[in-house]
């Protein structure tokens, strides 16, 4: 699955060009080739298509760094609640993050990881806070594609049963 570039690296490349560096210049200063700058600057019309202001914190939605805090908490073994505090979340948010983006879910009691007998904790193989930002941002990605659109043939199963189902009329009588 390829992923367009990311939303810091096309303010990145949006300041470079406003600033009056070429799109060739604006591509690499971004880590970006010629060719993708110029594709970049193409689709856009010439204008970029985000805010060029970063947004203001604390936002909605799960920064990098925050990702990148998760990751750390989990490699120091910590529990779901330190983590949140550490990234001023709440637990829940936390929670769900470690477990929608786990490639092997594992959640065990702090006692089976250590013998301890305080709260849960969470023993995670397989968290990329890359990888999670990354589906994050394309989950974002507007305009989406409907489903019935994107799958020909649950489309196509939907548009038959419409065209036989008997839809009832409506009569003119008052």
Same mark, same amino acid.
């Given at each position: @699955?390829?992923?367009?570039?990311?939303?810091?690296?096309?303010?990145?490349?949006?300041?470079?060009?406003?600033?009056?560096?070429?799109?060739?210049?604006?591509?690499?200063?971004?880590?970006?080739?010629?060719?993708?700058?110029?594709?970049?600057?193409?689709?856009?019309?010439? @204008?970029?298509? #985000?805010? #060029? =202001?970063?947004?203001?914190?604390?936002?909605?939605?799960?920064?990098?760094?925050?990702?990148?805090?998760?990751?750390?908490? /989990?490699?120091?073994?910590?529990? /779901?609640?330190?983590?949140?505090?550490?990234?001023?979340?709440? !637990?829940?948010?936390?929670?769900?993050?470690?477990?929608? $983006? #786990?490639?092997?879910?594992?959640?065990?009691?702090?006692?089976?990881?250590?013998?301890?007998?305080?709260?849960?904790?969470?023993? =995670?193989?397989?968290?990329? !806070?890359?990888?999670?930002?990354? %589906?994050?941002?394309?989950?974002?990605?507007?305009?989406?594609?409907?489903?019935?659109?994107? $799958?020909? %043939?649950?489309?196509? %199963?939907? %548009? /038959?049963?419409?065209?036989?189902?008997?839809?009832?009329?409506?009569?003119?009588?008052?």
């Amino acid at each position: @699955m390829r992923h367009g570039p990311s939303a810091a690296v096309q303010r990145e490349f949006w300041c470079s060009i406003r600033a009056g560096l070429s799109v060739a210049e604006a591509a690499g200063s971004v880590g970006a080739s010629e060719s993708s700058g110029g594709k970049w600057f193409r689709e856009a019309g010439g @204008m970029p298509a #985000l805010c #060029l =202001v970063e947004p203001s914190l604390p936002s909605r939605f799960l920064t990098i760094e925050d990702r990148e805090a998760i990751f750390a908490g /989990i490699v120091a073994k910590w529990t /779901i609640r330190q983590i949140a505090g550490d990234i001023g979340r709440a !637990p829940s948010t936390v929670k769900h993050e470690i477990e929608t $983006n #786990l490639t092997h879910q594992s959640y065990r009691s702090r006692a089976e990881l250590d013998g301890s007998k305080r709260g849960p904790k969470c023993a =995670v193989i397989g968290y990329s !806070p890359h990888l999670a930002q990354a %589906r994050a941002e394309s989950g974002r990605a507007r305009p989406k594609v409907a489903k019935l659109a994107a $799958n020909d %043939r649950c489309g196509a %199963r939907c %548009r /038959i049963s419409w065209k036989t189902s008997s839809v009832p009329s409506r009569s003119a009588t008052g």
